[in-house]
């Protein structure tokens, strides 16, 4: 398996699986995804309906891997990655009615989906650390969730430094403390004077520095990098076969609440690989930025609007790049034009021709706070069902583009209520209870540095925190 760049300047980018983990964002600022796609039959599909996660995670990814990573690799990584969920089933699924079903992802160590691609990328980096007698140092933003399932993965481990910046005030208390009580040597967190596209673009920044990058050997955990992503398309043919074992449903569809597009893309490889995936709704909160390009082929980059959905207070959405580089026909230069536009205008346009073959698979809807309140107020006293306010945007679009879809919808529950708690008693007057894991996280000692957005005051920590 080779990957390219979707900036790929000299069109010969033929990096195997270790390689571009391990680099997480290609040297030309690009974002590397496989050159071909890999695509089950469907009989291939129809043999898988019944495999366990584990199954699942090891016949997906092990198409990527080439001979980096065999078979027997794979599942003992992903044995080892969900053990500590607090599950059997490790994302389960809830019908509410209507065609509609609610996959919860939340049940891994922190609380958030993100802990199904962080647990497994961090054993991936091991290996490959190992193979090579290596250390790095990682270099990490976050609007909420990823630190903390990043922190979780790689906390005292003995070949990785993690360092995680976040908006400082921009997330809540409980996703602030789930990374900032963590009490380990390697974990460093800093609060950045800015908003989460601020310390992604920093991050960026930092790996395409190729001297300094080299000499602190930087790796990212973003889901800029290609393993995030693949870990995360497991469960969307999880979910599916969930619902096709009854050999009626023969389409399914997803709302997928998001801000970096990552979750989203993840489903659409998923559809590329041949599950038969119809309709893929972008939820997203007032930082409509997806939404509005879905609907009229415009990405115009605004102010970022504080909601409380506060992990999708996103505006440039790192991922969208991959599928962007598909929709113009893989032109990397024309992927450079376009991404140079949004830097220097704030925005660009694609044609009605491109946008309505998106629209074949892709549908944009943007949900305010008020109706995410009404959302997960309607579910509880309908269900006695407690959400967080991002799978409540992702509920609502559902119920809202329901009449366009012909088979059942998931919807993607991607946090646990208590890490928004706030926003759930403003609906429902009531929070639910915390995790034993969690009793005292609101009492316990908080370690954080304050920094400007400033990449050159950035460097000098990363350069005394170095582990290389």
Known sequence: MHYISTRNEHNNFTNNFSKIIMEGL??????????????????????????????????IISKYCGSCLTKGDIKKIAMDSYKNFGINDVAPMINIGSDINILELFHGPTLAFKDFALQFLSRVFNIFLEREDKKITIIGATSGDTGSAAIEAFKKNSRANLIILHPKGKVSEFQRRQMTTVNADNIFNIAIDGNFDDCQALVKKLLVDKDFNVKHNLASINSINWGRVLAQVVYYFYSSFKLMKNKEVKVV?????????????????????GLPIEKIIIATNSNDILSNFFQNGIYKISKVVPTLSPSMDIQVASNFERLLYEVLDFDSALVRQYMNELNNVGS??????KLKTLNKTFLGLCVNDQLTLDRIKTTYNYTNLVIDPHTAVGLEAAYSQKKNLTGPCIVLSTAHPIKFSDAVSRAINTVSELPVKYKSILTLKEKYDSMPNNLNILKKFIASKSNV
């Not at 040297?27 to 019944?50: A, C, H, Q, R, W």
């Not at 970096?260 to 559809?271: E, I, L, P, S, W």
């Not at 660009?348 to 021709?353: C, L, M, N, P, Q």
């Open 26 to 59: 290609a040297s030309d600022g690009g974002l590397y995804i496989p050159k071909t796609f890999p695509k089950f039959s469907t009989s291939e599909i129809d043999n898988m309906v019944n495999m366990d996660y584990t199954e699942l995670c090891t016949e």
């Open 253 to 273: 569809n997803f709302s997928v609440p998001t801000g970096n597009f990552g979750d989203a893309y993840a489903g659409y490889v998923a559809k590329k690989m």
């Open 348 to 353: 660009f346009k694609v044609s009605k021709e």
